[in-house]
């Protein structure tokens, strides 16, 4: 269950220490629904670093570790897009909800393996979110949209404003739109979480 101001916080783990990792830790430390309880780096001293930065308890010198730390609810992947697909899967294999920043993946054909690996999952416990999905032409994602909103599991936004799924592969390929996909295992969503989803891109806006 996504927390919310009534339920225990939600239990973020940080997986890379660039600049765009720092101002998603400022925007989580504004939520009182969000703790973040762990960084993971390629290095330990990279994490090490970040975590006394932020002041963050427990720092994981691989991303191996990080996925395995039992006290991790969602892992946000902030690193290159060249990773996204391997990090990702690799989080949800250990049972982890993912938030994935942008660039989603390299192609279609890593985004729907990482698509499929979150609809493989225990109807149970596991959901994915993307987000955003941004700033790039659609062209060859729009298939996988498709494909996506056909078997009902998904949310999507599209320049900040919910839409209904079958507008989306309507876009033309040309034109360029941030677009924000939830993937959701359960299709359970609270009506809120889009709102706080936006919110939280404002939060992270005002701090970079």
Known sequence: MIATAHTTPLRWGIAA???????????????????????????????????????????????????????????????????????????????????????????????????????????????MILAPVAREKKGEFLELFADMQAQGYVRFRVDGAVVEAADVPKLKKAEKHDIDVVIDRLK??????????GQLRQDRKSVV
């Open 17 to 127: 220490t660039g600049s765009i990792a720092a101002s998603m830790c400022e925007a989580l430390r504004t939520l009182p629904e969000a703790e973040i309880v762990a960084v993971g780096s390629r290095t330990q001293d990279a994490a090490d670093s970040f975590a006394r930065r932020f002041g963050i308890d427990r720092a994981h010198g691989s991303y191996e570790a990080l996925w395995a730390d039992d006290d991790v609810d969602i892992v946000y992947i902030a690193s290159p897009h060249s990773h996204h697909r391997d990090m990702t899967i690799g989080a949800l294999d250990a049972g982890k909800h993912v938030l994935c920043e942008k660039a989603f993946a390299i192609n279609a054909a890593q985004a729907r393996e990482m698509v499929d690996a979150a609809l493989g999952l225990a109807e149970d416990t596991k959901l």
């Open 188 to 197: 359970v969503r609270p009506d809120t979480e889009p709102e706080a989803r």
